[in-house]
């Protein structure tokens, strides 16, 4: 049996995936996904997504987090820095941050790494999901969608063609969805 990939990201009401688009994070979107990261135990990145969270994640050198993260970030924070990560990268000499480098073939890559034992790997990005979807290695997808329209950015999914069984849906006080969905063969 294979363990789950899955996976999460933050899209506005067109379908933008970028960042800096849709609401600021509050204390229950952070709860949220502090949760979510808990769901698994190996977290899987291009290496954009890696060097974002990276930049924003990891515990400094000091081992104090910094004054601008509120108590709901830094619980993110802790669950998020000390966990596996596996970084696919054509571009990037070396990782470090928990992370093993992985170069090559990504779909073969990731078809190992959920042979591997586990609870669950996480995928985050907006780039590798769109290969690792169109060769159905995705088994759930979780989108927070936010009530807001970007009309610029990357697009969730640009170019893949899903079919995908609806599994949950619940609403934050902000207004943003969480939709939960299931790969459909």
């Known amino acids: 049996m294979t363990q789950p990939l899955r996976y999460a990201i933050n899209v506005t009401l067109d379908g933008c995936c970028s960042h800096e688009a849709g609401l600021p994070p509050d204390t229950e979107s952070m709860a949220f996904w502090t949760d979510e990261l808990r769901r698994s135990d190996t977290l899987l990145y291009g ?54 480098l992985v170069r090559g073939d990504v779909v073969e890559a990731v078809r190992r790494l959920k042979e591997q034992p586990g609870r669950g790997i996480s995928l985050g990005g907006v780039k ?10 995705i088994d759930e997808f979780t989108f927070v969608v936010h009530p807001v329209v970007a009309g610029r950015g990357p697009r969730l999914l640009e170019g893949v063609d899903l079919k995908l069984e609806p599994v949950e849906q619940s609403e934050f006080r902000s207004g943003a969805t969480v939709q939960r969905y299931r790969s459909v063969a």
């Open 47 to 100: 290496r954009v997504t890696y060097e974002l969270m990276e930049g924003a994640w990891r515990r400094p050198d000091s081992g104090e987090w910094p004054d601008w993260m509120d108590a709901s970030e830094v619980a993110f924070a802790e669950v998020m820095d000390p966990m596996r990560k596996v970084v696919l990268s054509a571009t990037l000499d070396a990782v470090d941050w928990n992370a093993e």
């Open 128 to 137: 590798l999901p769109v290969t690792l979807a169109a060769h159905g290695l």
